[in-house]
T-cell receptor, first 112, second 111 residues
Framework: LAKTTQPISMDSYEGQEVNITCSHNNIATNDYITWYQQFPSQGPRFIIQ???TKVTNEVASLFIPADRKSSTLSLPRVSLSDTAVYYCLVALLNTGFQKLVFGTGTRLLVSP | DAGVTQSPTHLIKTRGQQVTLRCSPK?????VSWYQQALGQGPQFIFQYYEEEERQRGNFPDRFSGHQFPNYSSELNVNALLLGDSALYLC??????????FGAGTRLSVL
């Protein structure tokens, strides 16, 4: 499974857009890019997943360039409740043999 | 519709003891995975169960074992507990067609 690299921490203010970039140079053809959010003492929560170009849902957007060696999670107009750890993963899906490999994640702190 | 539920929420054990953690997957999910998350680290994959059999295993010793029941629920057993086994143990379930849903975890403290 491809290894991911992302910033250890980021700071932002309420109402700003936050972009967290993840590097995954060894991503395989069949790997999807997945992001999870985790609050203290809770399990990770799925945010968004994509294969290429751009994916958008009600909470975030995921931008993936053509070479797929990196991806950017975009959180529009963050609030204090978005303070959490965000994990970027690559995973082979839809085979029933998915195994998620988490790194140390990016700790996002949103201030008033 | 209940999501993934884990019990107990907290547990305190002493070195050398054995512990059993339990997990009920989200309705409609048949695959259960277990993860260990040490403080300040990301979750680390322990193993995955499907059709009552261990399908994949991470880099964990044989002291860690598990079981899946016909109703898809699962147990994680850890024998001969070490201080380093203190962590948040997460259960995740999936249907094999999408992302995994995680439970809130069991916080295990080994004294």
């Amino acid at each position: 499974l491809a290894k991911t690299t992302q910033p250890i921490s980021m700071d932002s203010y309420e109402g700003q857009e936050v972009n967290i970039t993840c590097s995954h140079n060894n991503i395989a053809t069949n790997d999807y890019i997945t992001w999870y959010q985790q609050f203290p003492s809770q399990g990770p929560r799925f945010i968004i997943q994509g294969y290429k170009t751009k994916v958008t849902n009600e909470v975030a957007s995921l931008f993936i360039p053509a070479d797929r060696k990196s991806s950017t999670l975009s959180l529009p107009r963050v609030s204090l409740s978005d303070t959490a750890v965000y994990y970027c993963l690559v995973a082979l899906l839809n085979t029933g043999f998915q195994k998620l490999v988490f790194g140390t994640g990016t700790r996002l702190l949103v201030s008033p | 519709d209940a999501g993934v539920t884990q019990s107990p929420t907290h547990l305190i054990k002493t070195r050398g003891q054995q512990v059993t953690l339990r997990c009920s997957p989200k309705s409609g999910h048949d695959t259960v995975s277990w993860y260990q998350q040490a403080l300040g680290q990301g979750p680390q994959f322990i193993f995955q169960y499907y059709e009552e059999e261990e399908r994949q295993r991470g880099n964990f010793p044989d002291r860690f074992s598990g079981h899946q029941f016909p109703n898809y629920s699962s147990e994680l057993n850890v024998n001969a507990l070490l201080l380093g086994d203190s962590a948040l143990y997460l259960c995740a379930s999936s249907s094999g067609q999408g992302s995994e849903d995680f439970g809130a975890g069991t916080r295990l403290s080994v004294l």
